[in-house]
């Protein structure tokens, strides 16, 4: 079964560059019918969708961050990663990796989560 | 962008009482809907698939209803450890999305 789990600095400062980095167990980033996902929840709110990322380098992004968000895969050290530009207090929430297997039945739904990272963004 | 509403907020339930959660999409999404369930301190967990299939070792007292815009969770009898907040979230159309959350507490 497929663990996550999520590593990275919890502060960081207004108009830096937040990164995290996702490490996959029971699993291989460089899977064909898997999807790596990147969720985030600010305190207290509800769960925003970020990215996903395919082993062949394929991404889709939210177009509200779109433009200053990188994903990518690490297959030598089966990771994928988080890199958002810019951040202000308004991105400060919990990072969830979380990832599915389009050839479960349960596919594009998200099945495996990671147990979240808390990000502060501030000065 | 596919807004997904979720009514009540909140859902005032003693154990053992039937639990019914609302989801409306903003645009018809097919059966394309999953419900999470999120304890305190928890990541998500799938609890419902394509509107009303059950994931792998989730009880049978959870089951998914609707199509459309329309889904509704019902949770038949429920048990202490049921009480938390659940999410729906749509995968019929980018950027997927989930809704703002019911919190179902202990009356």
């Known amino acids: 079964q497929v663990q996550l789990k999520e590593s990275g600095p919890g502060l960081v400062k207004p108009s830096q560059t937040l990164s995290l980095t996702c490490t996959v167990s029971?699993?291989?980033?460089?899977?064909?019918?898997?999807?790596w996902t990147w969720i985030r929840q600010p305190a207290g709110k509800g769960l925003e969708w970020i990215g996903r990322?395919?082993?062949?380098?394929?991404?889709d992004s939210n177009p509200s961050l779109q433009s200053r968000l990188t994903i990518s895969v690490d297959t030598s050290k089966n990771q994928f990663s988080l890199r958002l530009t810019s951040v202000t207090a308004a991105d400060t929430a919990v990072y969830y990796c979380?990832?599915?297997?389009?050839?479960?039945?349960?596919?594009?739904?998200?099945?495996?989560w990671g147990q979240g990272a808390l990000v502060a963004v501030s000065s | 962008e596919v807004v997904l509403t979720q009514s009540p907020a909140t859902l005032s339930l003693s154990p053992g009482d039937r639990a019914a959660l609302s989801c409306r999409a903003s645009?018809?999404?097919?059966?394309?809907l999953a419900w999470y369930q999120q304890r305190p301190g928890q990541a998500p967990r799938l609890l419902i698939y394509?509107?009303?299939n059950r994931a792998t070792g989730i009880p049978a007292r959870f089951s998914g209803s609707g199509s459309g815009t329309d889904f509704t969770l019902t949770i038949s009898s429920l048990e202490p450890e049921d009480f938390a907040v659940y999410y729906c979230?749509?995968?019929?159309?980018?950027?997927?999305?989930f809704g703002g959350g019911t919190k179902v507490e202990i009356k």
């Open positions: 979380a990832s599915y297997d389009i050839l479960t039945g349960s596919a594009y739904y998200f099945d495996y």
């Open positions: 394509d509107a009303s």
């Open positions: 029971g699993g291989s980033v460089s899977s064909g019918s898997h999807y």
């Open positions: 979230q749509q995968r019929n159309n980018w950027p997927r999305t």
């Open positions: 990322i395919h082993a062949s380098g394929t991404t």
């Open positions: 645009h018809y999404i097919s059966t394309y």
